[in-house]
């Protein structure tokens, strides 16, 4: 899922340790555009994730990519959206994703651009769309009223 706003807070990063190694959990929140803004906090693992967040200056338009996952504890019920991609958004130009960016500030290389394919020509209409047959007036309709 994606959703677009501007980023407007950074949260605490959280570290420790696991029998797996280190690991870091941080998060963020955006506020949405429209007549009804809402603020919408995000949690994002791993020390890749916490530092795209860290990367763009706030106040500045972002594209979040997130997955939602809730969990029951105590028979109550929590949900946590987690940041898989946070990226800079210009409305109008396509993801990050396809134009190459890099979270270290440097553009990576872009494959040479495929040779456009040629424009479809118009063809004619098949035999069975052409006109219906014109057909003879009766002298009785075939309404039920």
Excluded: C
């Excluded at 860290?54 to 105590?74: A, L, W, Y």
């Amino acid at each position: 899922m994606d959703i677009t706003g501007r980023l407007i807070q950074l949260l605490p990063d959280v570290e420790g340790e696991s029998q797996r190694g280190h690991w870091i959990r941080g998060g963020f929140v955006i506020e949405t555009d429209g007549e009804y803004p809402r603020k919408v906090a995000f949690t994002a693992f791993g020390e890749e994730r916490v530092a795209m967040a860290k990367n763009i200056p706030m106040g500045s338009p972002v594209q979040v990519t997130f997955q939602p996952e809730s969990r029951e504890f105590n028979d109550k019920w929590y949900t946590d959206l987690r940041a898989s991609r946070i990226q800079p958004f210009v409305p109008g130009q396509m993801p990050a994703a396809a134009t190459g960016y890099a979270w270290s500030g440097t553009p990576a290389p872009q494959a040479p651009a495929a040779q456009p394919a040629a424009a479809p020509q118009p063809q004619a209409a098949p035999a069975s769309f052409a006109t219906p047959p014109a057909m003879e007036p009766s002298g009785e309709d075939d309404l039920p009223f």
